[in-house]
Nanobody
Framework: QVQLAESGGGLVQAGGSLRLSCAAS????????MGWFRQAPGKEREAVAA????????SYADSVKGRFSISRDNAKHTLYLQMNNLKPEETAVYYCAASKWTTPKENEYDYWGQGTQVTVSS
């Protein structure tokens, strides 16, 4: 089992940047593919990006390609999401998640963090 804790959210102006972190407990972090998701008020959860257990990015939502970058440091048991040129419509709670699948589908994540709020002002 792995426990996840996101950090790095906050308030940023449109066009600004944030880097989210997701700290994982346990010694098996490197065994999991990881993903970032977000959920805005009144909207369904959306997959943002995913990365393989060895650090190869697997996917990005079309809306974030070229602006967001997912990465991980297995030695530090930490997942990152660098977000650049943020837009007001990207205001949401951002979650990290871990999957035992090598290339997980959106519904194949086993463990979730509590989320971190990102607010982008216009």
């Amino acid at each position: 089992q792995v426990q996840l804790a996101e950090s790095g959210g906050g308030l940023v102006q449109a066009g600004g940047s944030l880097r989210l972190s997701c700290a994982a407990s346990g010694r098996t972090f490197s065994h999991y593919a990881m993903g970032w998701f977000r959920q805005a008020p009144g909207k369904e959860r959306e997959a943002v990006a995913a990365i393989s257990y060895i650090g190869i990015p697997l996917s990005y939502a079309d809306s974030v390609k070229g602006r967001f970058s997912i990465s991980r440091d297995n030695a530090k048991h930490t997942l990152y999401l660098q977000m650049n040129n943020l837009k007001p419509e990207e205001t949401a709670v951002y979650y990290c998640a871990a999957s035992k699948w090598t290339t997980p589908k959106e519904n194949e994540y086993d463990y979730w963090g509590q989320g971190t709020q990102v607010t982008v002002s216009s």
